[in-house]
């Protein structure tokens, strides 16, 4: 068991250095000059210069990679160029709204989809309402969907502000968004689920037994079809965190992925790279807590990590 | 597998260290043609499971070996290796003397030489094939003369005459599609036949048909089977000489009819002992043996899982320490301090060899003292 | 019927005996007609054993009598224990008759055990279910139960998965499962077939010593002929969706009148004259499956069939006290 656990999270160490290499790698893809951002238009060439060297722009790609993976893991990840902050103070700071935003949206998008796919379970054909979700969500993509939310009811009909930030009823439109994004995927496969299940042969022994209706669901079904929720759950995350980062942009909501985004347009690439890291480190934490749920849940994936 | 061909010496640790006499018993009647197969003191370890734990035997030409025991006993291991799915960890396989070659290359000279059937006909067959490609297939990977008339009548030697090239697996029935499958098997002409449980998953009415079948394949092509079952009496009716193997091991080997007449390890009593009645008159009214010790392991006491010692030291070996000597040792109600402390070797009794430290002197001596059910023959 | 011996906390109830009878049964799933008029009684206390290979119907016989057909099935005819019809029977009543007058036990116990929840648990449902106990108490007789059914540590069993435990404890629990609902009729589909035949013999004598002490009905499904013989007082055997014989089982063996029951009383286990290398007896042909030939379903492997039997489907005929067949044959012999 310790094991497992161990190769686990060397794997989860493993990926986040892929990504963080990769990510290094892209940004001398993009365009963009950032001494000429940091130091403004009018600069001189001597002074462009001088930032460059500053930040070490003129050393070979890997030298500059392996100062950023040494300052990493001291906790150091770079200053903004343009914020002249620490990248580590600007993302701890945006850290609880991301947090609170995905969590109420993992939240929703687990309870909605969830007990759609119960109650349309319980249905031997799958219901028109599923059938209109799946048409109507599954194929609007996160800032669409995010537009028109903002639209209808916080423009048109005002029921929520439109200004930007946290606070009071600014929560609704942005975890709404994200729910909704995300009901179909897990409504659908909690359907299957459950017809899988109710059709196991386990099912009809608690029937045999002549248990009620509502006892054989409660005791039987539902903690055996929802199982794989919690896997999916664990896949999604990565999902979820890239409708965050739409969703925060189009609400503005003062969150890391409105920060990663305002980065991407200023070329500030330290912040950039922090909030890829970042976002890495929290997928593998997430993957991590899913299994050691799924193995203190489903006593037989306990055998399968000897 | 080893590296050198070991030949058996006074110092070697192959077990097969048996007096001649035995040896002629593992081999069949004395001045018999060289063996077709030979497996000499062959190991096969998974993981922490000891699947075969010292496995000695030999097939002579046109014979049929059969092999018998319950689930987990390690019949199916013995088959792939002998196909050459797998190798041993130790020990040797050796056809027609030659031992079994590394090469994946050269083992294709094994695998004309010895066919195989396996059990599920819904399984061993790619559904995405024709019937006539799949009794094709060995010959163009073999090199061997092909078309339309030798598959057909390949098929009709194994009873599907009226087959049509063009159909698929899924049209047949299972008794069919095992027809199917022999006939593939025999395309290369094959000097031995694996036969792993090949009428299991079938009906009864059809298993007959099938064993008729190749009872009649083995007389006209003195092909030599390897007949695998967990069924005694099939396995009584099938074969020549019979092993009974369990956890990894043979404990009992010798000619078919003495052993099921006589059987002298306890776990073949046991074996036909529990063979249902063949009348209602030969019930044992009111006899209700005790639930079998496999209750009195939680976890399923395959014998060969040594996991409990194995797993917890991570090496395969220190499961030796751990498990009893004689493998049948906990289920055997003649068991003494011996059994728990030295391993039984194959012995030669009464024109069989038998590993046990207490063998059955009798045929009408039972284990649970119990008026035995009559096996006689007649 | 919980035996007198069982010792469990539980209040021992002795529900009455209570005898099967079905009659005119059909099973369809769609337009597959699987069981096509099927009629048999079991006395109370006896065992009947309901043989025969696949698609001859059996297991669909085994699900209509236990109302445990999937979806989309339907089932006409009566099935009858005691006074109460289970054909007819539906919501609060076929509940409360569910476990308690017929119980199921299936043939692959892994699948049919919660993969999540322990075998005590399992079993201990029933307990409060049936008997309204509390957990305490139901947990108790579970361990009971399962020492009842021939398991050596019942309490470590008890604590187990599904996944943990040997194909025989399984259905060891399986048999709990069934028993503590003191059911007057035990449906067996074919429990030990996939079992080890060491495994099979315990489990066979076990059900035998519990039949003869809580007198229960049992009704055996099962291809083995072998187990036919070590366990059933009758046999009714079964081809096509049809009971082609029926009788007690001494009679069916010594003096089988249909000649698929001949050749099923023949096969190769069975033979133990036969020498070695000897070829059996086999019947030529394949069972059919969901397909059926118009007129007597076995006609076209019969070596004996007449020109009415791809006709008319034979009647069925009484020849010996308890002993029934439906074959055309059985008016020709002498």
Same mark, same amino acid.
């Given at each position: 068991m310790a094991r497992y656990l161990a190769t686990r999270v060397g794997l989860g160490v493993l990926t986040i250095f892929s990504v963080v290499l990769l990510t290094f790698l892209l940004m001398f893809v993009v365009p963009g000059d950032p001494a000429r951002a940091i130091a403004g238009p009018r600069a001189t060439p001597q002074v462009l210069a001088l930032v460059r060297a500053n930040l070490h722009l003129n050393e070979p790609v890997m030298t500059q990679f392996w100062r950023y993976l040494v300052g990493m893991l001291h906790g150091d990840l770079g200053v903004s160029y343009i914020q002249n902050q620490p990248v580590a103070t600007l993302i701890a700071q945006r850290l609880p709204a991301t947090a609170e935003l995905g969590l109420s949206g993992l939240a929703l998008e687990l309870i909605l989809g969830g007990a759609l796919g119960v109650w349309d379970g319980l249905r031997p054909k799958r219901s028109r309402l599923l059938a209109v979700v799946n048409v109507g969500l599954l194929s609007v993509p996160t800032f669409s969907l995010a537009f028109l939310l903002l639209l209808a009811f916080g423009y048109e009909l005002s029921w929520f502000p439109i200004d930007g930030g946290t606070g009071g009823s600014r929560i609704v439109l942005p975890a709404l968004t994200l729910g909704l994004f995300g009901m179909p995927y897990y409504a659908n496969v909690v359907r299957d689920s459950m017809q899988e299940t109710l059709a196991a042969a386990y099912t009809r022994t608690a029937v045999a037994k002549g248990l009620s209706r509502g006892a054989i669901i409660r005791r039987h079904v539902l903690r055996n079809a929802l199982s794989p929720v919690l896997t999916m759950a664990g896949l999604d995350f990565a999902i979820l965190l890239s409708g965050v980062v739409f969703v925060e942009t189009v609400f503005g909501w003062p969150g890391i992925g409105q920060l990663q985004t305002q980065a991407f347009y200023d070329v500030d690439r330290p912040v950039l790279m922090g909030t890829v890291v970042v976002a890495a480190v929290l997928v593998v934490i997430a993957t991590l807590t899913i299994d050691l749920l799924r193995m203190l849940i489903d006593p037989r994936t306990r055998v399968q990590a000897r | 597998m080893s590296s050198r061909p070991r030949h058996p010496g006074p110092d070697s640790p192959v077990r097969a260290a048996v007096p001649l006499a035995a040896g002629t018993l593992l081999g069949g009647a004395p001045g018999a043609p060289e063996p077709l197969l030979e497996l000499v003191d062959v190991h096969k370890h998974y993981r922490s499971v000891r699947a075969l734990d010292g496995v000695s035997l030999s097939i002579a030409p046109g014979e049929t070996l059969g092999m018998v025991g319950e689930s987990g006993c390690g019949k199916s291991t013995v088959a792939r290796l002998v196909v050459a799915l797998e190798r041993p960890t130790s020990g040797r396989l050796c056809f027609r003397g030659e $031992?079994? $070659?590394?090469s994946t290359r050269a083992l294709r000279a094994i695998r004309r030489r010895v066919g195989v059937v396996f059990q599920d006909p819904y399984d061993s067959l790619d559904p995405r094939f024709t019937v006539g490609q799949i009794v094709d297939e060995p010959l163009r990977a073999h090199r061997l003369p092909r078309g339309e008339e030798r598959v057909r009548e390949l098929l009709a030697d194994a009873g599907m005459r009226d087959a049509e090239l063009d159909s698929y697996p899924a049209q047949y029935s299972g008794g069919q599609r095992q027809r199917i499958g022999i006939a593939r098997a025999l395309a290369l002409e094959p000097e031995l036949l694996v036969l792993d449980e090949p009428t299991s998953a079938l009906d009864v009415s059809v298993q007959a048909q099938i064993l008729n079948l190749l009872l009649e394949l083995q007389r006209r092509r003195r092909i030599a089977y390897l007949f695998i079952s967990h069924d005694l009496e099939v396995v009584r009716r099938m074969s020549d000489r019979v092993a009974v193997i369990y956890a990894g091991r043979i404990v009992e080997l010798g000619p078919a009819a003495s052993i099921t007449a006589s059987p002298r390890h306890p776990y073949t009593r046991a074996l036909i002992d529990a063979i249902p009645a063949p009348t209602p008159a030969h019930r044992q009214v009111g006899m209700d043996r005790p639930a079998e010790d496999e209750g009195a392991a939680i976890r399923a006491p395959r014998a060969i899982d040594t996991a409990g010692g194995a797993r917890a030291s991570g090496m395969a070996g220190a499961g030796r320490a751990a498990r009893p000597a004689c493998p049948y040792a906990p289920r055997c109600p003649r068991r003494t301090e011996i059994c728990a402390a030295a391993e039984p070797q194959l012995r030669p009794a009464d024109g069989r060899l038998v590993a046990c430290h207490h063998p059955l002197a009798g045929a009408g001596e039972g284990p649970a003292s119990q008026a035995p059910r009559p096996l006689a023959l007649s | 019927m919980i035996a007198a011996g069982a010792g469990t906390t539980a209040d021992r109830r002795r529900t009455q005996p209570a005898g099967l009878s079905v009659s005119d049964l059909h099973v369809r799933y769609g337009s597959s007609h699987a069981v096509r008029g099927v009629s048999f009684s079991v006395p109370a206390g006896r065992t009947l054993a309901l043989v025969g290979e696949s698609g001859c119907g059996k297991t669909s016989v085994a699900l209509a009598v236990s109302r445990l057909l999937p979806a989309g099935a339907t089932l006409e005819g009566s099935v009858r224990v005691g006074g109460l019809d289970l054909a007819c029977a539906a919501g609060r009543e076929l509940r409360d008759a569910r476990g308690r007058v017929v119980a199921y036990m299936p043939q692959d116990a892994m699948a049919a055990l919660n993969p999540v929840q322990s075998a005590g648990r399992q079993i201990a449902e029933v307990l409060r279910h049936r008997r309204g106990l509390g957990r305490r108490a139901a947990a108790a007789g579970a361990v009971a139960l399962l020492a009842q059914v021939g398991i050596r540590d019942p309490h470590t069993a008890a604590r187990r998965c599904a996944h943990e435990l040997s194909g025989g404890m399984r259905q060891r629990v399986m048999l709990a499962i069934a028993l503590a609902g003191d059911p007057q009729v035990l449906v067996a589909d074919e429990p030990t077939t996939a079992l080890d035949v060491t495994v099979q013999a315990g489990i066979l004598a076990l059900v035998r010593r519990l039949v003869a002490e809580t007198h229960m009905t049992l009704v055996w499904i099962t291809h083995d002929i072998g187990v036919v013989a070590e366990i059933a007082d009758d046999v009714a055997v079964m081809y096509g969706g049809l009971i082609v014989e029926h009788g007690p089982v001494r009679e069916i063996f010594e003096r089988p009148a249909h000649p698929y029951t001949g050749a099923l009383v023949r096969s190769p286990r069975l033979s133990r004259r036969a020498a070695a290398k000897e070829p059996f007896d086999a019947i030529p042909g394949s069972p059919p499956l969901g397909e059926f030939p118009p007129g007597c379903p076995f006609h076209t492997r019969c070596a004996h069939a007449l020109a009415a039997c791809a006709e008319r489907m034979p009647e069925t005929l009484q020849i010996a006290d308890g002993h029934r067949v439906a074959c055309h044959l059985t008016g020709q012999r002498a």
């Amino acid at each position: 068991m310790a094991r497992y656990l161990a190769t686990r999270v060397g794997l989860g160490v493993l990926t986040i250095f892929s990504v963080v290499l990769l990510t290094f790698l892209l940004m001398f893809v993009v365009p963009g000059d950032p001494a000429r951002a940091i130091a403004g238009p009018r600069a001189t060439p001597q002074v462009l210069a001088l930032v460059r060297a500053n930040l070490h722009l003129n050393e070979p790609v890997m030298t500059q990679f392996w100062r950023y993976l040494v300052g990493m893991l001291h906790g150091d990840l770079g200053v903004s160029y343009i914020q002249n902050q620490p990248v580590a103070t600007l993302i701890a700071q945006r850290l609880p709204a991301t947090a609170e935003l995905g969590l109420s949206g993992l939240a929703l998008e687990l309870i909605l989809g969830g007990a759609l796919g119960v109650w349309d379970g319980l249905r031997p054909k799958r219901s028109r309402l599923l059938a209109v979700v799946n048409v109507g969500l599954l194929s609007v993509p996160t800032f669409s969907l995010a537009f028109l939310l903002l639209l209808a009811f916080g423009y048109e009909l005002s029921w929520f502000p439109i200004d930007g930030g946290t606070g009071g009823s600014r929560i609704v439109l942005p975890a709404l968004t994200l729910g909704l994004f995300g009901m179909p995927y897990y409504a659908n496969v909690v359907r299957d689920s459950m017809q899988e299940t109710l059709a196991a042969a386990y099912t009809r022994t608690a029937v045999a037994k002549g248990l009620s209706r509502g006892a054989i669901i409660r005791r039987h079904v539902l903690r055996n079809a929802l199982s794989p929720v919690l896997t999916m759950a664990g896949l999604d995350f990565a999902i979820l965190l890239s409708g965050v980062v739409f969703v925060e942009t189009v609400f503005g909501w003062p969150g890391i992925g409105q920060l990663q985004t305002q980065a991407f347009y200023d070329v500030d690439r330290p912040v950039l790279m922090g909030t890829v890291v970042v976002a890495a480190v929290l997928v593998v934490i997430a993957t991590l807590t899913i299994d050691l749920l799924r193995m203190l849940i489903d006593p037989r994936t306990r055998v399968q990590a000897r | 597998m080893s590296s050198r061909p070991r030949h058996p010496g006074p110092d070697s640790p192959v077990r097969a260290a048996v007096p001649l006499a035995a040896g002629t018993l593992l081999g069949g009647a004395p001045g018999a043609p060289e063996p077709l197969l030979e497996l000499v003191d062959v190991h096969k370890h998974y993981r922490s499971v000891r699947a075969l734990d010292g496995v000695s035997l030999s097939i002579a030409p046109g014979e049929t070996l059969g092999m018998v025991g319950e689930s987990g006993c390690g019949k199916s291991t013995v088959a792939r290796l002998v196909v050459a799915l797998e190798r041993p960890t130790s020990g040797r396989l050796c056809f027609r003397g030659e $031992p079994y $070659p590394r090469s994946t290359r050269a083992l294709r000279a094994i695998r004309r030489r010895v066919g195989v059937v396996f059990q599920d006909p819904y399984d061993s067959l790619d559904p995405r094939f024709t019937v006539g490609q799949i009794v094709d297939e060995p010959l163009r990977a073999h090199r061997l003369p092909r078309g339309e008339e030798r598959v057909r009548e390949l098929l009709a030697d194994a009873g599907m005459r009226d087959a049509e090239l063009d159909s698929y697996p899924a049209q047949y029935s299972g008794g069919q599609r095992q027809r199917i499958g022999i006939a593939r098997a025999l395309a290369l002409e094959p000097e031995l036949l694996v036969l792993d449980e090949p009428t299991s998953a079938l009906d009864v009415s059809v298993q007959a048909q099938i064993l008729n079948l190749l009872l009649e394949l083995q007389r006209r092509r003195r092909i030599a089977y390897l007949f695998i079952s967990h069924d005694l009496e099939v396995v009584r009716r099938m074969s020549d000489r019979v092993a009974v193997i369990y956890a990894g091991r043979i404990v009992e080997l010798g000619p078919a009819a003495s052993i099921t007449a006589s059987p002298r390890h306890p776990y073949t009593r046991a074996l036909i002992d529990a063979i249902p009645a063949p009348t209602p008159a030969h019930r044992q009214v009111g006899m209700d043996r005790p639930a079998e010790d496999e209750g009195a392991a939680i976890r399923a006491p395959r014998a060969i899982d040594t996991a409990g010692g194995a797993r917890a030291s991570g090496m395969a070996g220190a499961g030796r320490a751990a498990r009893p000597a004689c493998p049948y040792a906990p289920r055997c109600p003649r068991r003494t301090e011996i059994c728990a402390a030295a391993e039984p070797q194959l012995r030669p009794a009464d024109g069989r060899l038998v590993a046990c430290h207490h063998p059955l002197a009798g045929a009408g001596e039972g284990p649970a003292s119990q008026a035995p059910r009559p096996l006689a023959l007649s | 019927m919980i035996a007198a011996g069982a010792g469990t906390t539980a209040d021992r109830r002795r529900t009455q005996p209570a005898g099967l009878s079905v009659s005119d049964l059909h099973v369809r799933y769609g337009s597959s007609h699987a069981v096509r008029g099927v009629s048999f009684s079991v006395p109370a206390g006896r065992t009947l054993a309901l043989v025969g290979e696949s698609g001859c119907g059996k297991t669909s016989v085994a699900l209509a009598v236990s109302r445990l057909l999937p979806a989309g099935a339907t089932l006409e005819g009566s099935v009858r224990v005691g006074g109460l019809d289970l054909a007819c029977a539906a919501g609060r009543e076929l509940r409360d008759a569910r476990g308690r007058v017929v119980a199921y036990m299936p043939q692959d116990a892994m699948a049919a055990l919660n993969p999540v929840q322990s075998a005590g648990r399992q079993i201990a449902e029933v307990l409060r279910h049936r008997r309204g106990l509390g957990r305490r108490a139901a947990a108790a007789g579970a361990v009971a139960l399962l020492a009842q059914v021939g398991i050596r540590d019942p309490h470590t069993a008890a604590r187990r998965c599904a996944h943990e435990l040997s194909g025989g404890m399984r259905q060891r629990v399986m048999l709990a499962i069934a028993l503590a609902g003191d059911p007057q009729v035990l449906v067996a589909d074919e429990p030990t077939t996939a079992l080890d035949v060491t495994v099979q013999a315990g489990i066979l004598a076990l059900v035998r010593r519990l039949v003869a002490e809580t007198h229960m009905t049992l009704v055996w499904i099962t291809h083995d002929i072998g187990v036919v013989a070590e366990i059933a007082d009758d046999v009714a055997v079964m081809y096509g969706g049809l009971i082609v014989e029926h009788g007690p089982v001494r009679e069916i063996f010594e003096r089988p009148a249909h000649p698929y029951t001949g050749a099923l009383v023949r096969s190769p286990r069975l033979s133990r004259r036969a020498a070695a290398k000897e070829p059996f007896d086999a019947i030529p042909g394949s069972p059919p499956l969901g397909e059926f030939p118009p007129g007597c379903p076995f006609h076209t492997r019969c070596a004996h069939a007449l020109a009415a039997c791809a006709e008319r489907m034979p009647e069925t005929l009484q020849i010996a006290d308890g002993h029934r067949v439906a074959c055309h044959l059985t008016g020709q012999r002498a």
